[in-house]
């Protein structure tokens, strides 16, 4: 299970608190990414970059923010303009270039914010 | 971007018996189709994948065929057995020079002993 890492597993905050998610990787991937699950809602993209300094928003970027200062690392803040924050957050990192590539993911946080 | 239906929700099968899985994307642009397998508790692993110049790709008991002009893809599992028992995404590339994926909502496949 190496390769990828996310801390920690389980995240518990009140309502009103920002808080970060990490994700690092060893893989010398490029490019990065962090989903959303929610049961019955499959996974949904919310920032993903390709290179270090440089991120663009996915599907559903409003009340996250993220920054990519490393290229092993790629941390993810979940603000409190995030109105349900509570769900399973996935990390992920492929290679980059002319082809797509696989995405390989984190074992995940699950965040629960009451 | 991508929209991916994926059906059905939900599979119960008998051990032995076939398990189809199928998708359906909305970009004809898409040219990357991947299948990710989540068991309880773990994170998403790739199983297969096809692109869009191929019609179908076999590995062993899984196989994914492509239709390019109906837009749509599906997963076969024959002889099921207990520990294909997982959650299934499809997921299709934004057109076909990005690399994000949109994923369809998953199905549960229950393989019945």
């Known amino acids: 299970d190496g390769g990828i890492t996310q801390s920690p597993k389980y995240l518990f905050r009140k309502e009103g608190q920002n808080v970060t998610l990490s994700c690092e990787q060893n893989?010398?991937?490029?490019?990065m990414y962090w989903y959303r699950q929610d049961p019955g809602q499959g996974l949904r993209l919310i920032y993903y970059s390709q290179i270090v300094n440089d991120f663009q928003k996915g599907d559903i970027a409003e009340g996250y923010s993220v920054s990519r200062e490393k290229k092993e690392s790629f941390p993810l803040t979940v603000t409190s303009a995030q109105k349900n924050p509570t769900a399973f957050y996935l990390c992920?990192?492929?290679?980059?270039?002319?082809?797509?590539?696989?995405?390989?993911f984190g074992p995940g946080t699950r965040l629960t914010v009451t | 971007g991508e929209n991916v239906e994926q059906h059905p929700s939900t599979l119960s099968v008998q051990e032995g018996d076939s398990a189809v899985i199928k998708c359906t994307y909305s970009d004809s642009a898409s040219n990357y189709f991947p299948w990710y397998k989540q068991e309880l508790g773990k994170r998403p692993q790739l199983i297969i994948d096809?692109?869009?110049n191929v019609g179908e790709k076999k590995d062993q008991r899984i196989a994914v065929t492509l239709n390019k002009t109906a837009k749509h893809f599906s997963l076969h599992i024959t002889e099921t057995q207990p520990e294909d028992s997982a959650v299934y995404f499809c997921?299709?590339?934004w057109g076909a020079g990005s690399y994000q994926l949109t994923f369809g909502k998953g199905t549960k496949l229950s393989v019945i002993p």
């Open positions: 992920a990192s492929s290679s980059y270039g002319t082809e797509v590539y696989e995405q390989y």
């Open positions: 893989l010398n991937h490029d490019a």
């Open positions: 997921a299709a590339r």
């Open positions: 096809i692109r869009s």
